[in-house]
C-alpha cells in the first residue's frame, strides 16, 4: 500500500486500538524519521503530522474512525477493481485463490479461520496490523449497550437470548464467524444490535420479544389476533452498510424470540410469496439458527476473516 492510500493508523504504525499514550510514542518515532531537519521528506512528515493531530483528540478520531464516505475512510485499502462484485473476494488474495477453484469437493465453513491480509506478512516489517492477532481471533466482541431509560432492560433481555442463540449455534459450526454487538449505525443515529461476519458475507440482526402463537408476515409488518407489530426498521442500515462494504453481500435478519425460550415459536407465517426476495429476513430463533448458517456457510471463503472489515466494525461503529 502506498503511503498516499494509509490510514493514520498506517502512517503512525499503530492498531486502532492504541491508547493516547501509544500515539504519542508512535508519533515521537515517527517525527523523529520523517523530520526534514534529520533528512525526512516533508510530504511524509505532514502526513505524520495530520496523522497525530487527528487522532490524539478523542473527537477528531471518533469522527475519522466514522468517515465511511464512499467507502474510503479511516480503514480504506486498495480501490477495488472494476471486476469487484458482490460475493467475491478481493482478486489475488489467498481467499480467492480458494474459491476460484472449480467443483471444489467441500465447503470450507468448518475449517479454522484464515486472515486476509495474514499476520504473518508483518512479521519483521516494523509494520503493526490495523488489529492485533489476539483481538482478530475472538469471535464475539461487545456487548448490548445500556441506551435509553424506558424498556431497557426488556430491550437487553432479548438481546442476551440472540447472543447466546448465535454463541451456540453458529460460531461453533463457523469458526471464522465473528459475533460484534452493540454498533452505531452509519446510517442514522441508532444502534445496531448484532453483526455477524463471515468471510465475504455479513448479517445485519435485530430482535424482538412476543408471546407464543401464530404470526402473520406481510413483508412490512407481523399480524396477530387482528393487531398488527412493526418489526425493527433495519432496510435502511442494511443497505447503507452495502455500500459501505460494497465487496460484501449484506442481509438483514429480525429474530423473534418467544417469552417462554421455545426456539421454534412464535410460529410466522408468510402471507406473501415474495418472502425470499425481502432485504429483511422476519423469523423465529430456530428459523434465525437454520438461516444464518446457511448464509454464512454458503459464501465464499467462509473461514476467512477480513481483517480490514473488522477492524472497521470494531473502531469505527463503537
Avoid at 499476520?119 to 516494523?126: C, K
Avoid at 460484534?180 to 424482538?208: E, K, T
Wanted: without cysteine.
Amino acid at each position: 500500500m502506498t503511503q498516499g492510500n494509509s490510514s493514520h493508523y498506517q502512517v503512525l504504525r499503530i492498531p486502532v486500538t492504541a491508547t493516547e499514550k501509544e500515539i504519542k510514542v508512535a508519533y515521537r518515532k515517527a517525527a523523529r524519521t520523517a523530520h526534514p531537519d534529520h533528512g525526512g521528506d516533508p510530504a511524509a512528515f505532514r502526513r505524520v503530522t495530520l496523522a497525530y493531530e487527528t487522532l490524539i483528540d478523542a473527537k477528531s478520531r471518533a469522527d475519522y474512525d466514522r468517515s465511511y464516505g464512499g467507502g474510503r475512510g479511516a480503514f480504506a485499502g486498495p480501490a477495488p477493481d472494476d471486476g469487484a462484485h458482490f460475493d467475491a473476494p478481493a482478486a489475488g488474495s489467498r481467499a480467492s485463490a480458494t474459491v476460484r477453484r472449480p467443483n471444489t469437493p467441500r465447503n470450507t465453513a468448518s475449517d479454522a479461520p484464515v486472515y486476509v491480509p495474514p499476520f504473518e506478512q508483518y512479521a519483521g516489517t516494523g509494520e503493526v496490523p490495523l488489529i492485533p492477532a489476539s483481538l482478530a481471533s475472538q469471535q464475539v466482541h461487545g456487548l448490548p449497550r445500556k441506551r435509553g431509560i424506558f424498556g431497557a432492560e426488556a430491550r437487553i433481555q432479548r438481546e442476551m437470548r440472540t447472543v447466546q442463540l448465535i454463541s451456540r449455534q453458529i460460531l461453533p459450526a463457523i469458526p471464522a464467524a465473528r459475533l460484534i454487538n452493540g454498533l452505531q449505525s452509519p446510517a442514522d443515529n441508532s444502534h445496531i444490535d448484532h453483526v455477524v461476519l463471515s468471510g465475504y458475507r455479513m448479517a445485519i440482526i435485530g430482535s424482538m420479544l412476543l408471546p407464543p402463537g401464530a404470526y402473520a408476515w406481510n413483508g412490512s409488518a407481523l399480524t396477530h389476533g387482528g393487531r398488527s407489530v412493526a418489526p425493527p426498521q433495519l432496510a435502511h442500515v442494511v443497505r447503507r452498510m452495502q455500500d459501505i462494504f460494497p465487496e460484501l453481500n449484506v442481509t438483514g435478519w429480525t429474530v423473534v424470540h418467544s417469552t417462554d425460550g421455545n426456539l421454534h415459536e412464535p410460529v410466522i407465517d408468510r402471507h406473501r410469496r415474495s418472502g425470499s426476495h425481502e432485504t429483511v429476513q422476519v423469523v423465529n430463533a430456530a428459523g434465525l439458527a437454520r438461516g444464518l448458517k446457511q448464509f454464512l456457510g454458503s459464501g465464499p471463503a467462509p473461514n476467512t476473516v477480513i481483517v480490514p472489515v473488522l477492524a472497521r466494525l470494531l473502531r469505527g461503529m463503537h
